[in-house]
């Protein structure tokens, strides 16, 4: 991890590009559920804010290059997560 900035930035990013990949499947798709749909978007932005303050604000007591690694390492189970979701949309 080089710093904080970058991170936050990596996950804006990819949050964003989740957020229109979901919007776009849901233009595009024949058969979505839209309130699926919204419980999918609502969730995505709830897990951007929830990865943003905990960049910001690491655990005390655990040693920095851990606690970052331990959350880019859920940050990505959850990207791979909600492509699956994204995925199941679209089919």
Request: one cysteine or more.
């Amino acid at each position: 991890m080089a710093n904080k900035r970058n991170l936050k930035k990596e996950i804006n990013y990819i949050c964003s590009e989740l957020f229109a990949e979901g919007v776009a499947t849901a233009l595009y798709s024949n058969n979505s559920d839209a309130a699926n749909l919204d419980t999918l978007l609502k969730s995505l932005m709830s897990m951007h804010s929830d990865y943003i303050m905990r960049v910001s604000h690491p655990e005390p007591g655990m040693k920095p290059k851990e606690y970052y690694k331990a959350l880019i390492q859920s940050f990505n189970n959850d990207v791979n997560d909600y492509v699956d979701q994204i995925g199941n949309l679209h089919s």
